[in-house]
């Protein structure tokens, strides 16, 4: 599978975005799907991740009640709505996927730049 993250871009702290992973290749249904952000001079962190076959979801506690995954079957995409943005949601965002039973994410797509100003 090929992953295309879109949908980044510059707002207002208080404001929304919704960023997209397109999946080309296979379903995203056989992956556990996840996205990653890294802001500069910081390690790269795991937002949320979602396995919708055990129909398991995490959240990292700086995004819970803010930010919210989805996904189009039909369009084999990933959403990740993004509310209340604050400055320190600045980051790359990147979607990733990995093989159930695998330990780690092998499948990166390119990042999205996020920032959000005061």
């Known amino acids: 599978v090929q992953l295309q993250a879109s949908g980044g871009g510059l707002v207002q702290a208080g404001g929304s975005l919704r960023l997209s992973c397109a999946a080309s290749?296979?379903?995203?249904?056989?992956?556990?799907m996840a996205w990653f952000r890294q802001a500069p001079g910081k390690q790269r962190e795991l937002v949320t991740s979602f396995n919708w076959s055990a129909g398991s979801t995490y959240y990292a506690d700086s995004v819970k009640e803010r930010f919210t995954v989805s996904r189009d079957n039909v369009k084999n995409t990933v959403y990740l709505q993004m509310s209340s943005l604050k400055p320190e949601d600045t980051a790359v965002y990147y979607c990733?996927?990995?093989?159930?039973?695998?330990?780690?994410?092998?499948?990166w797509g390119q990042g999205t730049q996020v920032t959000v100003s005061s």
């Open positions: 990733a996927a990995r093989s159930i039973g695998r330990s780690s994410y092998d499948i």
């Open positions: 290749g296979r379903s995203i249904s056989t992956y556990i």
